[in-house]
Each structure stands twice: as C-alpha cells, then as structure tokens.
C-alpha cells in the first residue's frame, strides 16, 4: 500500500461506464489500514470489476489532506462518485455492511 496510490481497473473500450472513485485514508501501514484495503479491493474486485478507482491517503505523510473529505478517524472510505459522496469508517470486514453502505447491495426486509 502506498502513499497517494490511484489504482484503476480497466475495461473494455466500447463499454460506457461509470467509473467509481474511492478514497481511503489511513495512517500507515498498521494493520487496520491494511486490512481496510484489502477489504475494499476485494469488494471492488468482486462488485465493481473494471468500473473503479482506489486513491489511498496516507495521512501521517499528508495530514492537511483530511481536511477537504472531513475525516475524523481512520481508516475511513470515502465513496467520491458516484453522487451522493458516503463515507465508512473501520476496517471494512463486514462485507455487507460495506455493500449496503456504499449502495452496491440492496438492503434484506
């Protein structure tokens, strides 16, 4: 995981897409950052293949950066597009959480 890292998966050319950007902010590399990103890389992978974009803020490197998204913890997911922007905070191990939260999963009745 590195500082500022964008990632973005690739689809094919003549497929419209929306392309998703997610940020994450954490503070190094401690194991609830990392964990936090392998979370949302496999949901990405498996919810949103080829149509996302990952930009992780190290904020112990760039500390004025949380100022913008308002982050008050970490880690903390912050869903850029598509509108409306959402945010979660934690590591993101309850997959469904995480799915419902950024509006990828209806929610069960």
Known sequence: MA???????????DEPQE?????????????????????????????????????VIDLLENPKLAKGDQIFAIPTLVRKLPQPIRKMIGDLSNKEKVLVGLNLYPLEK
């Open 19 to 55: 392309i998703w950007q997610l940020r994450l902010y954490v503070a190094g590399q401690t194991p609830k950052s990392m964990a936090a990103f392998t979370n949302l890389k496999d949901i990405c992978e498996n919810h949103l293949k080829g149509k996302y974009e990952i930009e």
């Open 3 to 13: 500082t500022m890292k964008k990632e973005r998966t690739h689809s094919r050319v």
